[in-house]
């Protein structure tokens, strides 16, 4: 993982297609910002401390990752999606 402990928003559109891929319980493709892969059933956002998470299901096990951490998701009804950081 990075280890910048600042958070940084990500861009409200690419927030919407996580909250989307949340609610459909969508199992994306992921790819973070470290070069790691992984794939799991979008669960749900949640903001602790200050800093946003995408909380995935991994074959029954719970996964949270910091928005900020996520280069990219796919899904084939809402396509690829490359996370912008908010400026």
């Not at 493709?29 to 401390?49: I, S």
């Amino acid at each position: 993982m990075l280890m910048n402990d600042e958070y940084q928003s990500i861009n409200c559109d690419d927030y919407e297609s996580l909250e989307l891929a949340c609610q459909h319980n969508y199992t994306l493709k992921l790819e973070l910002r470290d070069g790691e892969k992984l794939e799991g059933k979008a669960n749900e956002l949640k903001f602790t401390k200050g800093i946003e998470y995408l909380i995935i299901d991994q074959a029954g096990n719970a996964l949270s990752l910091r928005l900020d951490h996520i280069l990219s998701f796919t899904h084939p009804k809402i396509g690829t999606v490359v996370v912008s950081l908010s400026d």
